[in-house]
Every structure is written in structure tokens, then in C-alpha cells.
């Protein structure tokens, strides 16, 4: 094998290979030896078949598979010669003429081809004991407990009609029908029939309940209120609709006593119980938000900390799948990057800052990974593979056949738990302090880009 590195330019190798025909046709020879005992022809006794006949009927499609193991092998030479570590898999180009093919598949000539790397880069890891990092935590407090308990009751109340011609107060349920219109025109969603709705709960777009306070069974109104800025059809986020309303009923609610029996109707043994079991909840939510925050401070200062080179191909496989998520939520909800007051340019920067970060930082936390050995063990991949077949009801099976089945698929198991397993290794030599803050502050949604990919921590 003759190999010559015709480029190496940051991340980027290209190299020239030639695989002789005489080492192509010894490998072809081996082949066919091993072929020779195995195969049943008509007119040959087992293991009688000549290795020239053999080679005249099944050389040039053996060759072929030789042909690919050669420069598999060749490639990998390449990397171990060099210490090189593959971003990607390879992209060989293959002579274009048919004829020196045909030759070398024959193995009356030598394979000449060309073979374009990008490998990952070199950097060092370091340690991790000058981190920083305050983690954020809150408590689940009795009003926690009593505010949970007040939204259990509220499913369970039961209302009766108020007397005609009294008002709508808060709290109260009002049966309306409706028809929403924008611009003059009626909106997809925006007709509703008997639709029931507790006065104060904001279940309900901002100002619509507030217009209902001291309506009457039988009046008309006209409701004017704005859809919020995230709301989930992007096609009506952050219009304003004109309602026109009939209020066909008002009831008030009937007294609901929290007690011991309300908490055995949701099979407690007693009220504490019922609190206590929500009280572990509200706890464990929060331990949960808390985990999610402290884990976005920490990639935000690794991502602040390290520099290095990126692979173009991995960076580009990562815009693409947020590429093609951003346009597939133009086209269901009807939004233009005009109606997020951006351009299509200034998003695909922004984007691909994001698509920058979640590759520095997957392969950050996979330097990290490989260094302290960390692994996924089998038991671990197995429990996460049943937590996903039970999300699943009734296709446990088929789901636990399909990931069994599918590597890359058990791959995107993995990746996860791996990333979290490094971020704990991490968390364990840095300093964490614990910063109180409220409930509303510990619940707030992160609105810059969170942790990694997983496909590349892993």
C-alpha cells in the first residue's frame, strides 16, 4: 500500500492510496481458497472445485468485497499510523474511469483512489476544581402543599345555577359559546360551543375570563383579547381576536370540604398522607428544575472556557436537523422569520451559533467521558430501555424488539444517560453552592439554548 497526504488543513486530510494488484489478487486468492471448501457446484465433488474455475464464475463480485475490506483496512491504517480520530466516516472517491476499475477487479491493475478525512480535534480537558457554580434550590413550603391541594379540589367541585339575572363572579362557571374572528375574519379554533369556564382559573387567553366577571345567563358580549406571544399556534401568537359571546349559564361553586374523605377518595388513608405524598411531589418537581439549572450553568461556563477547532461536517449535520425543525414550524403554523421580527440571514447565524455550541460542547463532554472512563452499563441501558417500552402501552414488545434490532437507535438510548453521568463527574470536582430563591424563580423557563446534543456526548 502506497499512501500520500495530499492535504492537511486544520481538521481536514486528504490522502492519495494505491493498493497493488498483486496484494489485491493475493487477497482475492484467499478468498476463494475459503470459498473452495464451502461451495457445492454441479460436476465437482465437495472441495474439488478448481480455484481458476472458481475464480471465472464468482471473481470480479468477490473481488468487489475485497476490494471494500482492502480500503477499509488501508483507511484505518491511516488513523492508527497517525493517531487520528474520525469525526465521520470517511469519504473515498473511487477512479472514475471504468476501465482501470474493471482492471483492478480483475487484479490486472492497481487500485488508485482518494480519501478525504475530518478528524476530531486535539485539546486539552484539564480539571474542573476552579469551577464555580451556584445551584439554585427552593423548598416545598405549606403553601406549596396547600396551593396543590387547592387545584386537586378544583377537578372535584361541583357547581349549581346561580338565580337568573345574577353575575358572574370570580370563581364562578360560565357555559359560553363563541366565535373568533381576526381582522374581520374567522380563525381555525376560534369557534367554541358550551365551552365551560371557571372564572380566575387562566385557563383561558389573557382577558378573556376578566371580560366575563358580572355576566348574565342569556347576555351578549363582545370580548376583545390577545393571544400571548408563545402561544402554541404560531399562526395566532400575538394577534388580537374580536369574540362575540353568549353567556348560556352562570353557576357558582358548591362548599367542597378538604378532609380526611376527600383525600380517601383519591386512595389516602388521611389528609396528612395526601400531603405528605404531595409535598414529596412539589419536592421532587423542584429537585428536578434544580438539577436542569445548575446542569445549563455548568455548559454555559464550559462553553465559555473552551475553545477549539470545530469539524465542518459535524457542525453542518447539526444546522441542518435544527434547519429543517425551524422549517417545518414555519409551515405548520404560517410564521415568517418577519413575524419574529428577524430575517432568514440573522436566523441562520443565531442558528448556527446554536449548532457550534451543542458540537463544542458534545465533544467537550465526550473528551471528558473517555478520560475519567466513564461508561453505560448494561443494566443501566436495559432500565432506560423499559422506561421507554412503558411509555409505549400496548406496544411494549414491538418498541423493545425495535431498539434491540436498531444500534444507532440504542445509541440515542445511551447518549443521555452518558452526558448525565459526565455531568456528575464534572459537578463532583467543581465548587456547588446552594442559592434559596422562590418557587416562581427555580420554575422560570431557560429562554437562551440549552445542553448539548446528545449524538455528540456520547
Same mark, same amino acid.
Given at each position: 500500500?502506497?499512501?500520500?497526504?495530499?492535504?492537511?488543513?486544520?481538521?481536514?486530510?486528504?490522502?492519495?492510496?494505491?493498493?497493488?494488484?498483486?496484494?489485491?489478487?493475493?487477497?482475492?486468492?484467499?478468498?476463494?481458497?475459503?470459498?473452495?471448501?464451502?461451495?457445492?457446484?454441479?460436476?465437482?465433488?465437495?472441495?474439488?472445485?478448481?480455484?481458476?474455475?472458481?475464480?471465472?464464475?464468482?471473481?470480479?463480485?468477490?473481488?468487489?468485497?475485497?476490494?471494500?475490506?482492502?480500503?477499509?483496512?488501508?483507511?484505518?491504517?491511516?488513523?492508527?499510523?497517525?493517531?487520528?480520530?474520525?469525526?465521520?466516516?470517511?469519504?473515498?472517491?473511487?477512479?472514475?474511469?471504468?476501465?482501470?476499475?474493471?482492471?483492478?477487479?480483475?487484479?490486472?491493475?492497481?487500485?488508485?483512489?482518494?480519501?478525504?478525512?475530518?478528524?476530531? *480535534?486535539? @485539546? $486539552?480537558?484539564?480539571?474542573?476544581?476552579?469551577? /464555580?457554580? %451556584?445551584?439554585?434550590?427552593? +423548598? #416545598? &413550603?405549606?403553601?406549596?402543599?396547600?396551593?396543590?391541594?387547592?387545584?386537586?379540589?378544583?377537578?372535584?367541585?361541583?357547581?349549581?345555577?346561580?338565580?337568573?339575572?345574577?353575575?358572574?363572579?370570580?370563581?364562578?362557571?360560565?357555559?359560553?359559546?363563541?366565535?373568533?374572528?381576526?381582522?374581520?375574519?374567522?380563525?381555525?379554533?376560534?369557534?367554541?360551543?358550551?365551552?365551560?369556564?371557571?372564572?380566575?382559573?387562566?385557563?383561558?387567553? *389573557?382577558? @378573556? $375570563?376578566?371580560?366575563?366577571?358580572?355576566?348574565? /345567563?342569556? %347576555?351578549?358580549?363582545?370580548? +376583545? #383579547? &390577545?393571544?400571548?406571544?408563545?402561544?402554541?399556534?404560531?399562526?395566532?401568537?400575538?394577534?388580537?381576536?374580536?369574540?362575540?359571546?353568549?353567556?348560556?349559564?352562570?353557576?357558582?361553586?358548591?362548599?367542597?370540604?378538604?378532609?380526611?374523605?376527600?383525600?380517601?377518595?383519591?386512595?389516602?388513608?388521611?389528609?396528612?398522607?395526601?400531603?405528605?405524598?404531595?409535598?414529596?411531589?412539589?419536592?421532587?418537581?423542584?429537585?428536578?428544575?434544580?438539577?436542569?439549572?445548575?446542569?445549563?450553568?455548568?455548559?454555559?461556563?464550559?462553553?465559555?472556557?473552551?475553545?477549539? +477547532?470545530?469539524?465542518?461536517?459535524?457542525?453542518?449535520?447539526?444546522?441542518?436537523?435544527?434547519?429543517?425543525?425551524?422549517?417545518?414550524?414555519?409551515?405548520?403554523?404560517?410564521?415568517?422569520?418577519?413575524?419574529?421580527?428577524?430575517?432568514?440571514?440573522?436566523?441562520?447565524?443565531?442558528?448556527?451559533?446554536?449548532?457550534?455550541?451543542?458540537?463544542?460542547?458534545?465533544?467537550?463532554?465526550?473528551?471528558?467521558?473517555?478520560?475519567?472512563?466513564?461508561?453505560?452499563?448494561?443494566?443501566?441501558?436495559?432500565?432506560?430501555?423499559?422506561?421507554?417500552?412503558?411509555?409505549?402501552?400496548?406496544?411494549?414488545?414491538?418498541?423493545?424488539?425495535?431498539?434491540?434490532?436498531?444500534?444507532?437507535?440504542?445509541?440515542?438510548?445511551?447518549?443521555?444517560?452518558?452526558?448525565?453521568?459526565?455531568?456528575?463527574?464534572?459537578?463532583?470536582?467543581?465548587?456547588?453552592?446552594?442559592?434559596?430563591?422562590?418557587?416562581?424563580?427555580?420554575?422560570?423557563?431557560?429562554?437562551?439554548?440549552?445542553?448539548?446534543?446528545?449524538?455528540?456526548?456520547?
Amino acid at each position: 500500500m502506497q499512501v500520500t497526504e495530499t492535504l492537511s488543513q486544520g481538521l481536514k486530510r486528504e490522502y492519495n492510496i494505491v493498493l497493488s494488484a498483486a496484494d489485491l489478487s493475493q487477497r482475492l486468492d484467499s478468498q476463494l481458497a475459503d470459498l473452495k471448501d464451502k461451495i457445492r457446484l454441479n460436476g465437482f465433488r465437495p472441495g474439488k472445485v478448481p480455484v481458476a474455475h472458481l475464480k471465472k464464475v464468482y471473481g470480479k463480485s468477490i473481488m468487489a468485497d475485497v476490494m471494500q475490506e482492502a480500503i477499509n483496512e488501508a483507511n484505518k491504517q491511516i488513523l492508527d499510523e497517525k493517531g487520528l480520530r474520525l469525526a465521520q466516516e470517511p469519504k473515498v472517491e473511487l477512479p472514475n474511469d471504468q476501465a482501470t476499475i474493471d482492471a483492478a477487479l480483475q487484479a490486472r491493475g492497481d487500485l488508485s483512489y482518494k480519501v478525504a478525512l475530518e478528524v476530531l *480535534p486535539k @485539546f $486539552e480537558v484539564g480539571s474542573f476544581d476552579d469551577l /464555580a457554580l %451556584e445551584r439554585p434550590v427552593a +423548598e #416545598a &413550603t405549606e403553601a406549596d402543599v396547600e396551593a396543590a391541594l387547592d387545584r386537586l379540589a378544583a377537578d372535584r367541585k361541583t357547581y349549581a345555577p346561580k338565580p337568573e339575572g345574577a353575575k358572574a363572579e370570580a370563581g364562578d362557571k360560565v357555559t359560553v359559546d363563541f366565535v373568533g374572528k381576526i381582522n374581520g375574519e374567522e380563525f381555525e379554533g376560534g369557534v367554541g360551543k358550551d365551552i365551560e369556564v371557571v372564572l380566575g382559573a387562566d385557563t383561558f387567553i *389573557p382577558g @378573556f $375570563e376578566q371580560q366575563l366577571l358580572g355576566a348574565t /345567563a342569556g %347576555e351578549k358580549r363582545t370580548i +376583545e #383579547a &390577545t393571544f400571548p406571544e408563545n402561544y402554541a399556534n404560531r399562526k395566532l401568537a400575538g394577534r388580537t381576536s374580536v369574540m362575540d359571546v353568549d353567556v348560556k349559564a352562570v353557576a357558582a361553586p358548591e362548599p367542597f370540604a378538604i378532609d380526611d374523605e376527600f383525600a380517601k377518595s383519591l386512595n389516602f388513608d388521611s389528609l396528612d398522607k395526601l400531603k405528605e405524598a404531595l409535598k414529596s411531589n412539589i419536592s421532587a418537581e423542584y429537585a428536578r428544575a434544580s438539577r436542569e439549572k445548575l446542569k445549563r450553568r455548568l455548559l454555559d461556563e464550559l462553553d465559555k472556557r473552551y475553545s477549539f +477547532e470545530l469539524p465542518e461536517g459535524l457542525v453542518s449535520q447539526e444546522f441542518d436537523s435544527i434547519w429543517r425543525q425551524v422549517e417545518a414550524e414555519q409551515q405548520a403554523s404560517g410564521r415568517t422569520f418577519a413575524d419574529e421580527n428577524t430575517t432568514e440571514e440573522a436566523a441562520r447565524a443565531d442558528y448556527r451559533r446554536i449548532a457550534e455550541r451543542r458540537v463544542r460542547l458534545g465533544l467537550l463532554l465526550a473528551e471528558v467521558g473517555a478520560k475519567a472512563d466513564i461508561k453505560v452499563s448494561d443494566e443501566e441501558l436495559t432500565n432506560a430501555l423499559i422506561a421507554r417500552a412503558r411509555s409505549f402501552p400496548g406496544q411494549e414488545k414491538q418498541v423493545w424488539e425495535f431498539y434491540r434490532k436498531n444500534p444507532q437507535a440504542m445509541a440515542e438510548l445511551r447518549a443521555p444517560i452518558y452526558e448525565e453521568k459526565v455531568v456528575d463527574y464534572v459537578l463532583s470536582q467543581a465548587k456547588v453552592t446552594d442559592k434559596p430563591v422562590s418557587r416562581e424563580e427555580l420554575l422560570r423557563p431557560d429562554d437562551e439554548e440549552g445542553p448539548a446534543a446528545p449524538s455528540s456526548a456520547g
